[in-house]
């Protein structure tokens, strides 16, 4: 899976894994995965923290042979039952992750939406609309593995406010990196690499 690695200060690892627990435990639909694995040392004076990051999901359908593109990573506004996109950044339009711009800006309340309302980070995909079909079954699939889907847009629909091109369904799935928002939001420095490396499922942790 692509993984995301995050650096925080080892003298800081309890409390930031302390956070990551609630989020994972509490809001388990906001994080792409349940599986992370811990790394100690990989850099000096540092503990690493190894989420999997959302494109693991094109990844996975691309190789199922249903075209999947990235398109849009978002804030996405977590309000009774209508969330919505609030920001949203082109992948093809940013030399940077769009949820590293987001975090480094603190513009997440990730907390806030454990609790009730709040901003969590999240990505749209889109596959031909003749695929769609074939795709749920496999985001099926995905999701019984311990994958989080958010929404599955139709043909041409709009989807949580955000625009999906003609012959095309959206698909929305929360960011690998709204646990380590979280562990931001709190105060503990944290250096987040979005896409940073591939890693074995079978030598995570699972949550």
């Known amino acids: 899976v692509i993984t995301n690695i995050s650096h925080v200060n080892k ?33 000096e004076g540092k503990s690493s923290i190894a989420t999997v990051c959302s494109l693991t999901v094109e990844g996975i359908l691309n190789k199922k042979g249903i075209p999947a593109a990235p398109q ?6 977590i309000q009774d039952k209508n969330p919505r996109f609030i920001e949203l950044t082109a992948y093809n339009g940013s030399s940077l992750d769009p949820h590293e711009i987001y975090l480094s800006k603190g513009m997440t ?11 969590i980070l999240a990505s749209l995909k889109e596959i031909p609309y003749i695929a769609r079909p074939e795709a749920l079954e496999i985001l099926d699939d995905i999701k019984d593995s311990g994958f989080s889907i958010l929404e599955v847009g139709k043909p041409s629909e709009l989807i949580y406010n955000a625009k999906v091109e003609r012959y ?3 698909i929305v799935t929360p960011g690998g990196l709204n646990p380590i928002a979280a562990i931001r939001e709190a105060g503990i420095h944290v250096e987040p690499k979005a896409v940073e490396t591939t890693m074995d499922v079978s030598q995570m942790e699972e949550f």
């Not at 800081?12 to 956070?19: F, G, P, Q, T, V």
């Not at 849009?72 to 506004?77: M, N, P, V």
């Open 11 to 43: 003298e800081d690892l309890d409390d930031a894994i302390d956070i990551f627990s609630q989020v994972m435990s509490k809001r388990p639909e906001y994080c792409i995965s349940k599986y992370y694995k811990i790394i100690q040392d990989m850099e």
């Open 72 to 77: 849009y990573g978002g804030i996405l506004e």
């Open 109 to 119: 309340s990730v907390m806030e939406a454990v609790k009730e309302k709040g901003r």
């Open 168 to 170: 095309h369904a959206g």
